[in-house]
């Protein structure tokens, strides 16, 4: 089973602020990785599949990068509704994985 | 509107079974692969079964092979999980989700509310 590791746990940022996510894996996964977001009390949002390519609606702020064990979630700035934890997963090897994520709160 | 709804949920006790659903609409329903994630308490996302888009092929996590089933009504437009001997590290929100892309991609681009399963005694 591919282990998915984020970092930090928990990122502390103003609004108006770079936000950078990492998501290690334990193995390549080549760039079959997918970001989500998610609030409190609501299900996940699909942001990112592909290690890069973003969802239908989502902002151009948000942004993927990397490949094989390292991958990378930026939001260019920041906006209130941005806080929440966001989840890494992979889908190269069975079974599905994800990472255990990284809450992004309000400094 | 595209949607997933959940129901079935509720307390059950250690070693019992549940059965839940999912209701979709807005889409063609028949034309995607359908997933189970669950979520305990206040805890991360777990991947627990897919099933492919006509039903005849599934695979679950290790977790709960043998104990959980998948499985779906094309004609009724409703994603199905039995579960059986249920154990209290299965309590948590279950989540069904859409795959990505139809012939399966392995991501989940829509997703249900969420019903809540608890197991205690």
């Known amino acids: 089973e591919i282990v998915l590791t984020q970092s930090p746990g928990t990122l502390s940022l103003s609004p108006g602020e770079r936000a950078t996510l990492s998501c290690g894996a334990s193995?390549?996964?080549?760039?079959?990785l997918a970001w989500y977001q998610q609030k409190p009390g609501q299900a996940p949002r699909l942001l990112i599949y592909?290690?890069?390519n973003r969802a239908t609606g989502i902002p151009a702020r948000f942004s993927g990068s990397g490949s094989g064990t390292d991958f990378t979630l930026t939001i260019s700035s920041l906006e209130p509704e941005d806080f929440a934890v966001y989840y890494c997963?992979?889908?190269?090897?069975?079974?599905?994985?994800f990472g255990q994520g990284t809450r992004l709160e309000i400094k | 509107e595209v949607q997933l709804v959940e129901s079935g949920g509720g307390l059950v006790q250690p070693g019992g079974s549940l059965r839940l659903s999912c209701a979709a609409s807005?889409?063609?329903?028949?034309?995607?692969?359908m997933h189970w994630v669950r979520q305990a308490p206040g805890k991360g996302l777990v991947w627990v079964s897919r099933?492919?888009?006509?039903?005849?092929?599934?695979s679950s996590a290790d977790s709960v092979k043998g104990r959980f089933t998948i499985s779906r009504d094309n004609a009724k437009n409703t994603l199905y999980l039995q579960m059986n001997s249920l154990r209290v590290e299965d309590t948590a929100v279950y989540y069904c989700?859409?795959?990505?892309?139809?012939?399966?991609?392995?991501?989940?681009?829509?997703w249900g509310q969420g019903t809540m399963v608890t197991v205690s005694s």
């Open positions: 989700a859409r795959d990505f892309a139809v012939a399966g991609y392995d991501a989940f681009d829509i």
């Open positions: 807005g889409f063609t329903f028949s034309d995607y692969w």
């Open positions: 099933i492919n888009s006509d039903g005849r092929s599934s």
């Open positions: 193995q390549s996964v080549n760039r079959y």
């Open positions: 592909d290690a890069s």
């Open positions: 997963q992979q889908r190269s090897n069975w079974p599905i994985t």
